[in-house]
């Protein structure tokens, strides 16, 4: 059962971020992660404000001058299916496809989907671990088969959201509006890592909303896409993921941006990998070694050693789909 709250429809973008400083306010697009969390009691609220009706939070649209808005309503089936989005940007495009299940992609929106909660079972049941104020992370020693093997340190989840890893790969801004007025902040510096602050995974103020996320215009020559690697063909969250945005010249990488997902606590960058692949032409042995070096300085956990081998894989197969 879902506790006693009061439900507001914001008429507009103000009256939402009016409505959100309250104490015990939060914040309702989609509601699939949302409602999950307060019926399961992993957080309360007092007040559940709808963005809903703000329609200028929708559509995708081309920027004059190049680049694409996408407004943070925008459902992850409209950007999956967005001819644009899967020509220009297909990491973005294929990892909205690949999130979830139908019916989710179709309520599920962009702004919730980065800004859903972990899906730790520690933090999803009945436990008061590091996130929710506790001591310990009940995974460090425990179940931690889906947990983090990069950048876990006082908790070891890992981000659940597929679009996030293709957002900084493709260098993605996210437009936020608040109390204190407008902020544009680069997809890569919206993650917090646990050993920053352990009990939030955003940068997000209270009353706070993404309005909109800004793509820049696609470089000439760039190749990528979202490798998912799950333990179903569907409506499962990612073991492992790559995202990736290569630019080329003929055959050589000019320019290269590899995010992994379902191994850290935020989308993980390789930079090494990226070196590694700039000013080389991109064969077989070339993509060998970046796979190898994207999984150097993993540091598993008890159960979780097989996310080295599987990650090698997804990125070799990631990026033999560039070539
Ligand atoms: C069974 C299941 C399987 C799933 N599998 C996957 C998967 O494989 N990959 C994947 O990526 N996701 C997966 N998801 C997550 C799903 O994609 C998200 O629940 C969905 O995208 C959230 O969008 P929403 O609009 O429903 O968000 P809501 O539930 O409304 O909100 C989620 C959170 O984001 C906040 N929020 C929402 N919009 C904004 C905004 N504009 N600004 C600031 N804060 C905001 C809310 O306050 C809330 O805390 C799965 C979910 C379920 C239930």
Known sequence: ???????????????????????????????????????????????VVSISSLSSLRGISPVAGG??????????????????L??????????????????LRNQGTIGGNLCQRPRCWYFRGDFKCARKGGDLCFAAEGENQRHCIFGGEICFMVHPSDTAPALVALEGVLKITGPKGQRNVAAEKFFVLPSKDVTRENILDSGEIITE?????PLAGS?????????????DFALTGVASALQFDGNTVRRARLVLSGVAPIPWRVPAAERELTGQKLDAAL???????SVSGAEPLSQNGYKIAMLRGAVESALSQLV
């Open 287 to 293: 993509i060998s070694k970046v796979s190898s070096t």
């Open 223 to 235: 190749r990528g896409g979202y490798f998912k690697v799950r333990s179903r063909g569907a409506w």
């Open 213 to 217: 996320i800004l793509l820049p215009p």
């Open 86 to 103: 899967q020509k220009e940007y297909p990491a973005l495009a294929q990892a909205a496809a690949s999130a979830a299940s139908p019916q």
């Open 1 to 47: 059962m879902i506790p006693d709250y009061a439900y507001v429809r914001a008429a507009s973008l103000e009256d939402a971020i009016r409505h959100l400083t309250a104490t015990g306010a939060c914040l309702h697009a989609g509601g699939t992660d949302l409602l999950c969390c307060l019926r399961d009691g992993i957080f309360s609220a007092s007040k």
């Open 67 to 84: 680049g694409m808005r996408i407004g943070a309503l925008t459902t992850l089936a409209e950007i999956a299916r967005h001819p644009m």
